[in-house]
Every structure is written in C-alpha cells, then in structure tokens.
T-cell receptor
Framework: RKEVEQDPGPFNVPEGATVAFNCTYSNSASQSFFWYRQDCRKEPKLLMSVYSSGNEDGRFTAQLNRASQYISLLIRDSKLSDSATYLCVVSNTGKLIFGQGTTLQVKP | DGGITQSPKYLFRKEGQNVTLSCEQNLNHDAMYWYRQDPGQGLRLIYYSQIVNDFQKGDIAEGYSVSREKKESFPLTVTSAQKNPTAFYLC????????????FGPGTRLTVT
C-alpha cells in the first residue's frame, strides 16, 4: 500500500462547479498534513495546511479525518485558473511524503 | 525578497558527465531537500539535510551526492553512476524537518543524452 494515495483523475468540471478530492494515508502517527498545487512544468506551491478542526481559505476547504486516515480538499465556485495538479502531503518519520497528485481541469 | 533559487533552469549534458545543480535559499531555513520528478509521477526524495554539515539519503540516493557547507546552500551532483538522470529536479527548504511545510525553488530540468 502506498504511503499517500490519491485518485490521479483527471477531474473535468465546468466553471462554477464544486469539486472535492480525497487522499488516504497509511501511517496513523502522521502529524502534519498539507495540500500543494502544482501547475504544469512548475514547482509545487503550498495551498494550505490541514488542521484537525478543518480549515477554510476563501473558496478552499480542507478537512482531516484521523479515524479513517484521509484528508480532503473542497473547491467551491471553480475558476479556470484552478486548473492544476493538487498534491496531498503527509508527514511520516521526519519527512514529508507527497502523493502523486490529482489533476483538475476546469472548462469554460 | 525571500525565496529559493535554483540554477540553471535547463541543463543539457552528455552521458558520462557529472553535473552539479545549484540551490540557494535566503529564508533562514535549517532544513533543505532535493526531489526528483518524472513525467506523470510524484516527487521522490533524493537527499535531505536538517543542519549544516549533515545530510541523509532519501529514497533514491544512488547516483547522487550532496554537500551542506553553508546554511543557505545545498548543491546536488548527478554523477555518471545515475542510470536515468533525465528528470525535473526540485529543491525545497523548511523551518525544521518532518512536520513543517516546505517551500520549493523553480526547479532545474536536466536532459542527459
């Protein structure tokens, strides 16, 4: 089983749609969780940290479910500029483990 | 402007040559990392350093070497022993290791023919 698993997609959605991604992780001792965004041929950029209580940043909401060992990212009112690959990142034994990413394509 | 710089952006080398990729940060971060990304794949950790003059192997260290003589700098050498060196190389840094978010440089695309 991979340490961090994501559905690679692609998720094709129209502008204005709400879309959700899930990510599962294998190490129940993981303590830090993040979502990164990576545009084509660019470096990953931190989108948001994920806290136990959940957190929201504008149109983006992240949730953590420790019991089921998954984190989620919800994007409301999708924009064309949201098209990117979203990486789920989890801490594990002193390192961050990056998922392979979920690709989102927002269509006009 | 605080950040991480990597140079060059594109690098072309012939097989059998060693090549060194530069990574510099002015964020005053203790930890630095090197990752490799292949098309359609996730990031794989090559080496990381939690403090000056110390570094550890990541998951795919074979064929690579690093040094950490200064806090700001963490160069990566891709040696001729690396079987498949063509890839996108990303350097990152963080305040500490393991639990903290990492910030990435713009990457170096290495092509070896």
């Amino acid at each position: 089983r991979k340490e961090v698993e994501q559905d690679p997609g692609p998720f094709n959605v129209p502008e204005g749609a709400t879309v959700a991604f899930n990510c599962t992780y294998s190490n129940s001792a993981s303590q830090s969780f993040f979502w990164y965004r990576q545009d084509c041929r660019k470096e990953p950029k931190l989108l948001m940290s994920v806290y136990s209580s959940g957190n929201e940043d504008g149109r983006f909401t992240a949730q953590l479910n420790r019991a089921s060992q998954y984190i989620s990212l919800l994007i409301r009112d999708s924009k064309l500029s949201d098209s990117a690959t979203y990486l789920c990142v989890v801490s594990n034994t002193g390192k961050l483990i990056f998922g392979q990413g979920t690709t989102l394509q927002v269509k006009p | 402007d605080g950040g991480i710089t990597q140079s060059p952006k594109y690098l072309f080398r012939k097989e059998g040559q060693n090549v060194t990729l530069s990574c510099e940060q002015n964020l005053n971060h203790d930890a630095m990392y090197w990752y490799r990304q292949d098309p359609g794949q996730g990031l794989r950790l090559i080496y990381y350093s939690q403090i000056v003059n110390d570094f550890q192997k990541g998951d795919i260290a074979e064929g690579y070497s690093v040094s950490r003589e200064k806090k700001e700098s963490f160069p990566l050498t891709v040696t001729s022993a690396q079987k498949n060196p063509t890839a996108f190389y990303l350097c990152a840094s963080s305040k500490g290791s393991g639990l903290y978010e990492q910030y990435f440089g713009p990457g170096t695309r290495l092509t070896v023919t």
